[in-house]
């Protein structure tokens, strides 16, 4: 009779995704992962697979709990500006901390690109969701009047996404709070303004 496993796997999904966060793919190794989960490789590998399976389990695991229901709890409540301010502040600290690993999201597609196609619907999974909850801000700010009524919602969440995007890759070069900032104001100011 087979032994019965005394772990949770998401609390071992959660512990390895953190350093999936903080080495990348690539530099997080089999023993990292062991040292990190508590987990030795047999059960790592019996519960979940390989080094690429465990990624894209935690991954996916970081998408469903953490990234897409935070976001979407940020952006229900409150003015439209505040929302977006609030957001950008954020990633804008995390930015400025020196000690920050930087989203792991961004730290995804920086790795791999377009190389994985497994990985790759998980990103896009992950956008999409950003996207989304970007979407239904500016159009519950619509309803209210804080943004115009006449403006796409759908092409404004995706410049904010872009931005959001451009903001977290660029502050791994330059994490320079006053240049980040204007990306910040520039980015909200144009998902408010009226229609040219």
């Known amino acids: 009779m087979g032994r019965l ?17 903080a080495y990348g793919f690539e530099a997080t ?3 990292d992962l062991v040292a990190s989960t508590g987990i030795n490789r047999a059960s790592l590998y019996g519960t979940f697979g390989d080094k690429r399976a465990i990624f894209l389990k935690a991954f996916d695991a970081y998408i469903r709990t953490q990234f897409i229901a935070g976001l979407d709890q940020a952006t229900q409540k409150g003015s439209v500006r505040p929302a977006l301010q609030a957001q950008f502040d954020q990633l804008i600290a995390r930015a400025a901390d020196g000690r920050s690993i930087g989203c792991f999201i961004t730290n995804t597609i920086a790795e791999f690109g377009s190389r994985d196609e497994a ?10 969701g950003v996207e989304n909850a970007l979407d239904r801000l500016l159009r519950r700010g619509q309803q209210t009047g804080e943004v115009p009524a006449d403006a796409d919602a759908r092409a404004r969440a995706r410049l904010v996404l872009a931005a959001m995007q451009g903001l977290q890759v660029i502050s791994k070069v330059n994490p320079d709070v006053r240049a980040l900032r204007q990306i910040a104001d520039q980015a909200v100011s144009a998902a408010l303004a009226p229609v040219p």
Do not use: G, H, N, T
């Open 119 to 128: 990985v790759l619907a998980q990103v896009r999974i992950a956008l999409a």
């Open 29 to 31: 190794s089999i023993e």
């Open 5 to 21: 496993r005394s772990f949770d796997p998401e609390s071992v999904l959660e512990k390895a995704m953190q350093a999936f966060w």
